[in-house]
């Protein structure tokens, strides 16, 4: 996480909230603490910078007073400037800053934002699949397939609250279970190299999955995107675009479990992101929980490990307003 300019203690209201993808931009106003107000989704592509899409919100919102902001983004942090890995959207945060007159604007990764807001998301508002319950007071791990693939944990502070991880573990190299999987990772490696995990866990991952299997099979079939793929699969109408969302589910199962193994995450699993969301009746009686548990020697200690769909709308601007609170109040 990055800052420019921090503020005195002030609280002013309202406060300029933010959770930017690679497709979308999500913004409000934060009237209170964690009271948001004004919840508006501009396309990305429609606007040429980020400063320009922030314009052409406070303009749709009254063009209010606002002096603090935090914006979460799908994208490392590293120092003032930054290049959006998704997007074309490149800026300085400073003259950013200064550019909309705030005192206080902190970027942070859109998935630390993510698991920011997991402590503060009502039960109503997670739908558990498989496990036990959580253990008190121990890591949690956050991820998330959308555009890309975001992944982050919250590891316990000792003083009854969290640090939120700031990483990029979406980008880890993927490694197959089975030899489908082993076909699917030749498949992608011929055509782009590199392959991580994020490059079948996304919207175009499950593309790309697609077009795997129709080559191991011989079968000439047009791209289709995501969504196409879950609504033939959903519907019974090809076997080829179920056993994409099957697998799909497998690999995201075993991603999961190598990052609850990884962080100790016996606090739960969070499956955050809307792409889960589209399916998730489907979701629960997927290949997921049992790739999760399929560790062989730790399959005891992942099977009892709770995982849990975030079904809340934007946890991404709840934990923006964390992370701006911790900074501003602090």
């Given at each position: 996480m990055a800052t420019s300019k921090p503020s005195k203690k002030d609280g002013n209201w309202p406060r300029l909230v933010a959770d930017v993808g690679g497709t979308n931009?999500?913004?409000a106003l934060e009237v209170s603490p964690l009271e948001l107000e004004h919840i508006e989704t501009l396309p990305t592509k429609d606007y040429d910078s980020l400063h320009a899409a922030i314009r052409a919100y406070l303009e749709k919102a009254g063009q209010p007073l606002i002096k603090h902001a935090a914006i979460a983004i799908a994208n490392p942090i590293i120092g003032d400037w930054v290049q959006m890995t998704n997007h074309h959207w490149a800026f300085?945060?400073?003259?950013?800053?200064?550019?909309?007159e705030l005192d206080t604007?902190?970027?942070l990764n859109d998935f630390?934002?993510?698991a920011l807001a997991i402590p503060h998301l009502p039960k109503r508002e997670l739908l558990q699949v498989g496990g036990a319950a959580p253990v008190e007071d121990a890591p949690i791990a956050v991820i998330g397939p959308g555009t890309g693939l975001g992944v982050s944990g919250l590891i316990p502070n000792g003083r009854g609250g969290y640090t939120a991880l700031a990483g990029e573990g979406g980008h880890v190299?993927?490694?197959p279970f089975d030899h489908t999987e082993i076909h699917i990772w030749q498949y992608a490696n011929r055509k782009h190299g590199h392959v991580s995990a994020e490059r079948f866990l996304s919207g175009a991952g499950l593309s790309l999955i697609y077009e795997a299997l129709a080559d191991r099979e011989g079968i000439e079939r047009p791209p289709l995107s995501a969504a196409e793929i879950?609504?033939?699969?959903?519907?019974?109408?090809?076997p080829l675009a179920r056993l994409s969302l099957d697998i799909f589910c497998a690999m995201l199962g075993t991603v999961s479990s190598n990052l609850a193994l990884t962080l100790g995450a016996r606090g739960g699993v969070y499956l955050c992101g809307g792409?889960?969301?589209?399916f998730i009746d489907y979701f629960v009686t997927s290949p997921f929980r049992n790739r999760f548990e399929s560790k062989g020697r730790f399959e005891?200690?992942?099977?009892?490990?709770?995982v849990y769909i975030v079904l809340a709308q934007n946890p991404g601007l709840i934990g923006a307003a964390v992370a701006l609170s911790n900074q501003v109040d602090a």
């Open positions: 931009a999500r913004f300085s945060i400073e003259t950013t800053r200064q550019a909309l604007l902190i970027l630390t934002a993510q190299s993927f490694s879950s609504k033939q699969a959903l519907s019974g109408s090809s792409i889960i969301r589209r005891g200690y992942l099977a009892v490990i709770p």
